[in-house]
């Protein structure tokens, strides 16, 4: 924008000298090397502008051209992952509905069984009923 004011100013200047009847041939001649010089650095901003936007353009076409697969490869994800949730879901249904899971991964029985500590047991281990004793018989047995 600079470059096109100097121009601009310039060509009036150009303009200017060869409207007044006594000019010379050198003033005329400088004043015209001056906008050649001004226009080839206003063509020059141009075109390395033009080079510039050209190779924004061509990385923001590889991005979106990337993006585009990205998006396509996780709308089938998104699909398959519906499909298969939905099949789970069905199969869910289907099954028998009397089946009920056991309530503690420990147990083979239906029921747990909870058991009240025994009175003696202390902290203090000054009882005759041990804390392994109690963990043997009724944790691990269960």
Not at 11 to 23: H, K, M
Not at 62 to 80: D, N, R, S
Request: glycine content about 4%; proline content about 1%.
């Amino acid at each position: 924008v600079r470059i096109c004011c100097i121009s601009e100013k310039h060509g009036d200047e150009l303009v200017r000298c060869v409207s007044e009847t006594e000019i010379d041939r050198k003033t005329l001649s400088e004043r015209a090397a001056l906008l050649k010089i001004t226009i080839s650095a206003v063509l020059k901003a141009a075109e390395e502008f033009i080079e510039l936007s050209d190779r924004g353009s061509r990385r923001m076409g590889k991005v979106v051209i990337t993006e585009q697969k990205e998006k396509v490869m996780l709308q089938e994800q998104l699909e398959t992952l519906a499909k298969q949730h939905s099949s789970l879901e069905r199969a869910a249904t289907l099954t028998d509905t009397t089946f009920k899971p056991p309530l503690s991964a420990y147990s083979d029985d239906m029921e747990d069984e909870f058991h009240d500590a025994a009175e003696e047991l202390s902290l203090s281990g000054s009882s005759s009923y041990s804390w392994t004793r109690f963990y043997k018989n009724y944790v691990l047995r269960g």
